[in-house]
């Protein structure tokens, strides 16, 4: 605050003047009866929606074989991983590359790296990497649902039936090439009759049984710990470790791939090859939607509270 000079008197300019303006501190009116739901609290960088939509999908699903060890070392404590039984000791990652043209969060492009896993007996794709191209998404994936997105450059161009997929971010690359081929089936799933999936969509894309009635989605389960920093000292322990289960579900249309390449050159911030390629397995290729309801996100276990 200023103070005057002795001997001199504060004369008021007129057009600095507010009218009913009182001396002293003015109390902050922003709480949890009226804050912006997420930061920053006067103009949240994510809106607030019962359902959260992705339109225009293009999905490119790739699929490869690490060793199960190196697979359980990136999952948390409670997860394991999910037993090949022709093949033990391996374990299953997929690399999903997203294109969404619009969405809650606008258009942008994601990169997910998930490992197929168990946790009480439910299968998931837990989530060590996740990149996006938009800075919302990427708030409110971490916020809300623990997904670790960081921001990176990604492209997914396609000519005729190829895909060339490339990420980049402070010196780590991934690429990818990919070949539409055959339609699998399309969204609703029949009531009665179960799809019948060629090999490697038999193994990699499960689907639910018929239930009786028109399936309009498939199922996307994922699985990511959340974890939030506190303060206060000097390695403060995290105010918010949980693990959380979201149940996305995607609908369109769904074809097999061929003549799949993976190139990697990780980093020690973006360390890809701690899930070392074996040997590539194949893919799949959806276009249409994807939807996530909030109400159905879950706490499936709140480490805090052991």
């Not at 303006?21 to 960088?45: C, D, E, I, R």
């Not at 895909?163 to 399309?186: D, H, I, P, Q």
């Not at 894309?205 to 710990?225: I, Y």
């Amino acid at each position: 605050p200023s103070k005057l000079t002795p001997g001199l008197e504060y004369t008021p300019d007129p057009q600095m003047v507010i009218p009913g303006a009182v001396a002293g501190p003015l109390a902050g009116q922003v709480s949890l009866k009226n804050f912006g739901w997420a930061m920053p609290t006067g103009g949240p960088l994510m809106k607030l929606a019962p359902m959260w939509s992705w339109d225009g999908m293009d999905a490119v699903i790739v699929d490869y074989l690490t060793d199960a060890k190196s697979a359980a070392a990136l999952l948390p404590e409670g997860v394991t991983t999910l037993p090949i039984p022709e093949l033990p000791g391996f374990s299953a990652v997929k690399h999903v590359w997203a294109n969404y043209r619009d969405s809650s969060f606008g258009p942008y492009q994601e990169l997910i790296v998930a490992i197929p896993c168990l946790f009480k007996g439910e299968m998931y794709l837990y989530v060590p990497f996740i990149y996006v191209t938009n800075d919302a998404a990427l708030a409110a994936g971490r916020e809300m649902g623990g997904w670790p997105k960081k921001l990176a450059n990604i492209r997914m161009e396609r000519a005729g039936n190829d895909w060339r997929l490339s990420f980049s971010r402070n010196g780590a690359e991934l690429s990818t090439t990919v070949k539409v081929g055959y339609k699998l089936f399309s969204t609703p799933l029949s009531a009665d009759k179960p799809v019948s999936l060629p090999y490697p969509q038999n193994m990699t894309l499960p689907l639910p049984a018929p239930t009786g009635k028109p399936q309009g989605t498939v199922p996307f389960p994922t699985l990511q710990l959340k974890v939030i920093p506190g303060v206060g000292a000097e390695n403060p322990p995290p105010v918010v470790a949980q693990l959380i289960g979201a149940p996305w579900k995607m609908s369109g249309d769904f074809y097999g791939t061929e003549g799949v390449t993976i190139a990697m050159h990780p980093t020690k911030d973006d360390p890809f090859d701690k899930l070392p390629i074996l040997t590539v397995v194949g893919g799949t290729y959806a276009s249409g939607k994807m939807t996530l309801a909030l109400e159905e996100m879950k706490v499936l276990a709140d480490w805090l509270k052991k």
